[in-house]
DNA sequence: ATGATTAAGTCCACCTACTGGACTAATAAT
DNA sequence: ATTATTAGTCCAGTAGGTGGACTTAATCAT
């Protein structure tokens, strides 16, 4: 990931002789935009929420609150519910995120296929559409996902085509300058070279953030998820590898290149496997004989869980194992309040997996969270949305 | 660690009924306090600074930057160092941290050893003291703790002790309810119950902070060590035991309980030792028969590292496995600038360690930092200038 | 030497966004 | 009917950052 992409908190002042590295002042103005996202946020996890509950939760003036509510719902993100009475007192006016009060478009770019979602501000997925893809070619890919995209914000009504606050992207990582050359299907790195997000931008005039797929899902499971509401959340993902996303102090943590969370190249101890080989779906694939281009692969998928035997039960235990180690690991070095495994994988293997793990009496138990081939899609669409409207540090500071 | 001592996001209203989460509202003030954190963050990281290097560097407007460093100057945090001229123009006035602008006392409570240090705002440590101590018994360790804090305030000139911010408290961990109930001298969890923070807050008055000793020696390596002005960091700690203490966006990164960076208890796969067993003090000095309650134990590791031999030479490469693997997966976890190893050990240890993990070519070089008895007491002390002084997520909302 | 240019720092009037208290409105308890 | 309680508005006040004009002190060009 370009750095200039990610939140930087730290500038590095372009006096090119002398640069001085500090952290940004605060305004007045930024405190406002904060306290606009506060309010946001709360009503997010909270549910529809008065003025006054709004005041007493942030802390801020009952004028205030009055003041950001009435500039949020003529601004058409905020809408009133009708007015509740409670015991005593005057009837409080609740206030819920407006359906389609922002909307935002996220793309997934895997090895087989694009997808594309519309999301709005409360995260609700308002369309979805994908296209094979063949990984070996970007150009052709880039020109696919362009239309793609192109086609997702055409079937949009035109009055709230115009709502658009960002693109996010979401593939394979890891980014980095560390980050494998082997330029095969599988990791895709040859894509990344292409400047895939300046050129959408170019292409859609919308700002562009691009995620690891495991960041995304993790975005996802933020937004709309288990991780809902939550300060300091592991969420493992499994696709084709195995990947984490990290959200610590309340914001997905990306690290120096976006790349924190690869922990699919792991390698175990004592041995030279990666972990992502001994648990992925790629590892199952193998194992199985199942076509990972097959756009049947998930049904195929189900079908060797159904069908059973020692051969599967031999891989699960593996798997769990590794996984459940994995896990724990992340447990002990993150302390977190939840541990959520989702993915772009069928759901009765998730939960086989997660039975398999919580059968092991870990410290920390596994939840199951979204498993669903559009979460990875559904996270890319969430980061606008949590870019700009949930609180963060970034937030408050200047420019 | 009380999650109340903890920096805290997001608050429960305790309204019993409705508890509402939400994060807390940004009102002037906040901005102000954190514009004067900025201001001594800046200086810090770059040395002395210009009022007009100040304002570029933070974004905001000259003047507020005059008015800023004012107020800072005539509260004695402060100093104008002599006009620099540079090029054309007026020259500069920098300003530098004043020495003891701002005091603050660390503890560090060890197995067999308390130790105390006072540091300035600078990171320079003003005064050291020590005292044997046995960790069987914590109240008798507490009221030793509490005369060899009350021993080194009174050696504090008295008008400089009105400035002292507060106490550090630095001590094994982990602090969570899942810690492990084992209450041996190694562990030393029979202190935890006790209420120590409470007790010490009571006995001094001071703002008191908990840590364990490899969050301790992180932030010591944040303040003044090699981790200094970098936003992204893993710090591995070696004592008795193996930690480490994450600097994630700039903070120390703590998680739900304070817990974050028990890597020592980690299991290595296929195996059932932790990898605390292969790697730190307790295993050398149990290998090589050298007693722990020694308080002469450094000397006599070291005359070990200068014998060598055969036995050394393996354990030294079994240890440098261990922590060259968990260095790697750390690097893989966080996506770090850089990763540092320091620790309570003796240098030459560290040093031949931290050779052998990087003849292995790692992907993130280790580096070495403070290789110091002193570190977790340092870090005990800083703990508390940072948390008053540190730019934060935390400093610019509310209360 | 003299004036032009550049940069640091001050002065001062201004603006923005939060604040606190008085007030109105609507409901429940007595 | 009266009182208590809570939601929400009105309005004048305040804190703190802002922007532009101005002063000071250096270098550079002539």
Known sequence: MDEALSACQYVLMNDAANPIKAVLGAGLGAAAAHNRRAVIDAIRVNGPLSRADLARATRLAKQTLSNIVEELETSGLLVACDPVT?????????????????????????????????????????SRRDAPLRSRDPEAGLKLVTRLLADTRAALAPDVRGRIVGLGIAMPGPFGPDAPATRDDYTMAHWRGAGLAAQLHAATGLEVALQNDAAAAATAERLTGRAHGLRDVVCLYLGYGLGAGLILNGELYGGRHGDAGEIGMIPLPGSDTLLEHQVALAGFCETFAVPMADPRMFARIEAVLTRGGPALDAWIDRAAAGLGWVAQMLALVTDPQAVILCGTAPRPLLERLTQAVNAAAPRVALQLGHADPWVVAMGAAAEPIARNFDPKYAALLKS
């Open 86 to 126: 409670e015991g005593r007192g005057k009837p409080a006016t609740p206030y819920d995120l407006a359906p389609m009060g922002a909307l935002s478009v996220g793309v997934q770019i895997d090895r087989t296929v694009a997808r594309t979602v519309v999301m709005d501000l409360r995260g609700a997925v308002l």
